[in-house]
């Protein structure tokens, strides 16, 4: 039998509105909030804005975990995000996406998920 040691959800959004009150620093602290109702220790986190001078607009944000990370990264403009929850031992992946996608939903009435895959991880 396979085993496996981590899981990583990944889910990709469209119509995502953040505006200068919901951008990227937003998006963190609902990360944040999603890893402890997960009851997983976070070790650091940190979000980079990008203005569209070197990058296109939108922002790139971490947790990073004491067993793996959760990330997001959006675009702006194209109203795109894209997360993904990495957890190894007792961390749930599900639980923290499901958390984060309840607020999403919520806070932006265009918001429509396209894609939510599960890998398995450390396969032995």
């Not at 396979?2 to 963190?28: A, P, R, T």
Request: hydrophobic share 35%; charged share 25%.
């Amino acid at each position: 039998m396979i085993k496996s040691h981590g899981k990583q959800v990944c889910v990709d959004y469209i119509g995502c509105e953040f505006n200068e009150n919901k951008g990227g620093f937003w998006m963190l602290e609902l990360m944040q909030y999603a890893v402890k109702c997960a009851n997983v220790r976070e070790v650091h986190a940190h979000v980079e804005e990008f203005d569209g001078t070197e990058s296109p607009p939108g922002f790139a944000a971490v947790v990073l975990l004491d067993e793996s990370h959760v990330s997001a990264h959006c675009y702006y403009g194209k109203g795109l995000l894209a997360i993904d929850a990495f957890t190894c031992g007792d961390g749930d992946s599900n639980l923290i996406i499901d958390i984060i996608q309840n607020k999403l939903s919520t806070e932006m009435k265009n918001i429509q998920q396209v894609s939510r895959n599960e890998i398995k991880r450390f396969k032995h």
